[in-house]
Each structure stands twice: as C-alpha cells, then as structure tokens.
C-alpha cells in the first residue's frame, strides 16, 4: 500500500528499510558509539542547533512527558489548540504538574498576543508549544510565541513539539531560544516509529538536575549523563538508528533547504487544490501547515468511501482527527513523498469528486 | 559479526531482520490492528498466561518503570542480588516510592526465608523479581518467591522482569500467581531492540486505577483502555511489530519445550566447560541461569584480549557486567543460538587458553 498521504507512519524508502536489516552490535561496543555519536551530530542542522540531541526508544509523546516531568516542579503553561498539543496537557496532569491550558479554537493557531496574557497572569517555569498541529494542519508561530514568552519572564523554558514539522520545515531553535524541541521519526522524518529525538539547551538541562521526580526512563540528566560516552541509559532501539543514521544522510544529499522548498511546493499544490474544487483549509490563513493539510469536507464526502477508491488506486489519505472525523479529511504532503505523487492523488480525488457529483444527481 | 554470545542484542535470524522492512501502515487501520491482536495472542503461551500482553515502544526498563508507577501508591519491596534487579530499585526510588531493597550478595539466588523475613517488618503494596539476573547469571526461583509472598500477604502484587528468560525458559504465570511479567525484544525472544512486552493480572489492572500519578506514556489503565481496541495509546513501533510477529512464528515452529530444552543444554554444555577448565561458575549451584553463564576469570584472563581473538573467529562474548568487569566474563546461550555454535566458540575458547598458558610459561 503505496504512496500513503497519512501523516505518520509515512511511507519509508526502500533504502532505509533495508538499513534496518544490518546485524545487530552490542550497544556497549566502539562499532554502536560511532554510529549513535554520528546520528546524533547529523541531526542537529535539522533542530537549527548546538545543542545535544537525544534519541529514546519511544514515540514523540514520551519526549512530551521528558518535558513535564523534568523541566516543571509544578508550573506548566500549556498552548492548546488541538489533539497533540491537547494530549501534551494530558502528559502534564498525568504527571501531577499544575498544567493550566491557554485554549485556542482547533483551526485557529495561538497568537503571542494571547500567551502574553496568560504570562502576566501567572509565574511559569515551562510553556509547551505544538509547532505543527497534525489534527488540524495548523502551523503555529513558534518564533513570535518564544519571543513573547521571553520577554515576558527570561525564565520560563519553552519546550516545541515538532513531530509533524521537523525534517519538512525550517526550524531554528537556537536562534529562536528554545530550550527543547522534541520529534519523532515516522513523520518528516520518514523512517518507521519507534524512535523519538529531542535537542535540549543546556539551561533546561541545568533546571531539570533541581526538578525531583524526574523518574528513570525519561530522565534527561540521566541521559546526558550516558550522552558524553555516546550510549544510552536503557538499551537502544539499534534496528531504528540504523534506519536514522542512513536517513539523515539522504536528508542532507537532497539539502536541508531543498527538502523545506519541496515540502512548501506540496503544501501549495494541495491547498489550491482546495480551494480551486470548492472546499476549504481547516486552518485558519497564514498559518496553514507546510506538511498536512486538514481539508473542511463541505462536500460531505464519504471519506470511507473515497478511501476505497483511494486505496484501489494504491493510495491512502487520512480521515480528520478526534472530534474532526468526517467533519474534516487529511492529506499529508511530507517525508520523502514527491510532487508528482501529491499530482496523482489530486487526479484522483478529482475523479472521485466527479463520481460522487453524478451519483448524488442521479 | 555473527555468531554473538553477548546477552543482548542477540543476533537475528535474517528472516526476522527482513520482516521489518514490510512498508509501513496506518495504526488505525484493520491491517495494523489484525497484526497486533494476532502478535499479543501469540505471545501469551510464553508468559504462560491467558492475561493480555501489553507491547510498548520502550525497552524493558521502560515497563520496570511502569510496575512501580502503577501497582504502587508508596510501598515497594524490590528483591536485588545483582545490576538489573538494582536498577529496578533504583527506578522505584526515582519515581519518588518508597522503596526497601532486600540485598543479596550477587552470584547468590534470593530465597523464601528472606523475603517472608521482609514481609513480617512491613507491609508492601508491590514486590519486584528480577526472573534471570543477567548480570550475574543467576536464575532467582520466582515460583517459590511467588508462593511465600501469597503466604505472607496475599494482597501484595507481584511484578517479575523476565527480561533475560522469557522465551527461553517456561514462565508460569497463571500458574505461579504473578501480577506482570515483562520482557524486552532482544534477548531471548531473540528480535531487535525497541520493544518492551508485559503481561499484566486482572488484580494488578484493578489495583493501577486506585494509584494516582500513573504517568501517561506508560500508564497500565490507559493501555488497557486501547487494547480493547487493539490499539495503542502512542505510535506503535511498526517495524519491530513485524519482526515480533515474525519470530512468535518461528518460534511456535521450533515448539516451546523444544526451545526450552535447546537452552537448558547449551547451558549446560557451557557450565560443564566451565568446571573442566579449572573455572567457576559465578553463580551458586541450584541457581543456574538457562540462559547466561556467568564466569569468575579465576585464571585472570584478559578479556579485551579474549574478545579480539574472538572477534578475528567472527565471534565474541561479553565483559563481567559493571563490579563485575575483568572479574567475570559473560557468555550468553540464548535465543536463537544453536548448539553447534556453542560447541564452536567453546573449541575457540580452548584455543585461546592454551596459548595464553603457553605465553604466560615464556
């Protein structure tokens, strides 16, 4: 089942698949502290950063909980305007952290304006930020919402989730003072899940060794402890690093700004697509996201049902999110998936469109 | 570099390393969900339970982590004869239980007599066994430790990590009367690293939702709640799903008490080298582990040497774990390793000690 236009697992190149095939190492070997050090040092122009980048062996959301649980003794100021970032405030409470939600209506993206708000109201150790909304294809404006945190409270550590950005959009978290940004690896980054990364500042790093209840496995002064003899407090997830390690260097072969171009030109394709046909963009205008697209089903398409057509076709999108099924439905354009594959699903869709127009006359 | 004797990650079977380059699918699809009920299934016999098996995207520490945030509001006994079963207290401190460690010398199996001791001063919520200390070689006698526990109070669940055993060993949990039984995928299920398995009582369910401070990545409840689902609360490690499904196949094929028996005799073929080469097995008679021995280098090998000669044979073994460096040395006889291979590295080790006898006359 090939190309999938889901927003993760995404598809993974043939290559990278295979890379998972080498034979294993002992993770306490010279052969596996090459490659984790090579890895990790490959990553950091996709975090736009300096900083040291941990890989676990888990998804994104247990880099969400690594944030609450050791950047906050208790103060957590969560942006929510969708599943994830309404998920990350889950984590938070789930973690026992006084965890209070900046609402914002799914669609629209958190404006600093709104934050600046909340700051004055109260003292936070740690703001959380989904960058890049997969529910709703909403982008945030991180940079404008870092700086307003800033200079509202220097101390407040503000913490990204760019699982469905990273690798597909240009993210500069030094340049921007962010203290940590946290990915998985079955979005943009194409490669199979099971592995999540995150880039941490060396101020949160020091916050956390005064934060008690940090727990073992997300532990991130834990982790950088092993980090400086290139290993890992838990067992690593090998198969996957080999698949990140070849990855990353296909990344870089294609370039950092060629892939964020690619990602824009696919974006723009599939959002004219939309409004040229009659529907709309879920979110709001100028924050609409390069790597998903969460289309408005003004039609009432059956989506089940396009995604039979679809999937005769070899091809898959996704339905909306949560309390969006139906109401919405989501293409993704992000990974390895080129413009001429977003140019064949939009032919299909196209054709679908003008079967459902006849049949719903007839 | 094949065959490895280390205790994980052990090599796998090239068909196994293939099924993970199957093309990704969408998590909340039929496809993944069939693939996911059919593997938790399959793994059941190898718990010996008719419980659900829970699989996280975590190494094993991962679901130690789990056992104590969730089957403990405060009190935890924790059974500790060697480096894992250390960690695990070490989890249970970090995450802020109250937590007594029952301290065994290492290379000693933990007996009825001292836990019923620790059972008569306090009253503990939770019990935690290391099944197969990996560290040490020793084989704890979990069914007995089970027993006294139930003795003394037959409210205090009991949490048993068969990391190094599962598989390889029959495991009796229904039988036994644990609570959970977890396991990662690289040791003797013999699969590449990245997942954690752990089967997981009605009792021990119930008693989770009364705990709070559960967390969320690895929160019982919330796992259970998606389960009915066959799904998972976070992206499931796709890639290693397959290998896992893979290899319960080959598994069932080779047949359980085979497979049990294969790593009762390579055990024995290698402690039986041991006492004829004027060595010593580290761990105690009666206490044998079925699936690492454990070597006190009583001839002062050097073991950075010993690995090189190995490593020209395409072979190798493990150093002594932490205290136990240069003091032991590990061979692992688990997994998909066959006799022959064994018999092989035996021959190279036979080899190796003659001409450091030799270089040590001269």
Redesign the interface.
């Known amino acids: 089942?090939?190309p999938?236009f889901?927003p993760?697992?995404?598809?993974?190149h043939?290559a990278v698949?295979?890379a998972?095939?080498?034979?294993?190492?002992?993770?306490r070997s010279q052969?596996f502290e090459s490659l984790f050090q090579g890895a990790r040092y490959k990553a950091q122009p996709l975090f736009g950063t300096r900083a040291q980048v941990f890989i676990t062996?888990?998804?994104?959301?247990?880099l969400?909980?690594a944030a609450v649980?050791n950047l906050a003794k208790e103060n957590v100021l969560c942006l929510v305007n969708g599943a994830f970032s309404e998920r990350w405030f889950?984590?938070a409470k789930?973690?026992?952290k006084q965890a209070d939600p900046l609402m914002v209506e799914w669609g629209k993206a958190i404006v600093p304006a709104q934050v600046a708000g909340a700051l004055k109201r109260k003292k936070y150790e740690l703001v959380t930020i989904v960058h890049n909304e997969t529910s709703t294809g909403v982008q945030n404006p991180v940079q404008d919402l870092a700086a307003v945190v800033r200079e509202n409270n220097p101390d407040t550590l503000i913490c990204v989730d760019a699982v469905s950005s990273l690798g597909g959009v240009k993210i500069e978290m030094d340049k921007w003072g962010l203290d940590m940004v946290l990915t998985?690896s079955?979005k943009c980054l194409a490669i199979?899940?099971?592995?999540a990364l995150a880039a941490v500042s060396d101020r949160a790093l020091d916050y956390a060794r005064r934060v008690?209840?940090?727990?073992?496995?997300?532990?991130l002064v834990r982790l950088a402890e092993h980090l400086v003899k290139d290993s890992t407090?838990?067992?690593?997830?090998?198969?996957?690093i080999y698949a990140l390690d070849m990855q990353l260097d296909r990344i870089m072969a294609e370039g950092l700004e060629n892939r964020f171009a690619r990602h824009s030109q696919m974006a723009a394709l599939v959002q004219n697509w939309v409004s040229a046909n009659g529907f709309e963009v879920f979110a709001e205008g100028g924050y609409r996201s390069q790597t998903v697209t969460a289309v408005s089903n003004t039609m009432e398409l059956d989506i089940g049902e396009l995604n039979e057509f679809l999937i005769k076709k070899q091809m898959?999108i996704?339905n909306g999110y949560g309390q969006l099924k139906e109401k919405t439905f989501r293409i993704a354009h992000m990974g390895d998936t080129q413009i001429e594959e977003i140019n064949t699903l939009l032919s299909a869709l196209d054709e679908f469109i003008t079967r459902y127009q006849k049949s719903s006359k007839s």
């Open positions: 089942m090939s999938m889901i993760g697992p995404v598809d993974v043939p698949l295979a998972q095939t080498q034979p294993m190492l002992p993770h052969e062996a888990s998804s994104g959301t247990g969400q909980e649980r889950e984590v789930s973690n026992s998985s079955q199979p899940p099971g592995l008690p209840d940090r727990g073992w496995y997300f532990d407090p838990a067992t690593p997830a090998l198969s996957l898959r996704a």
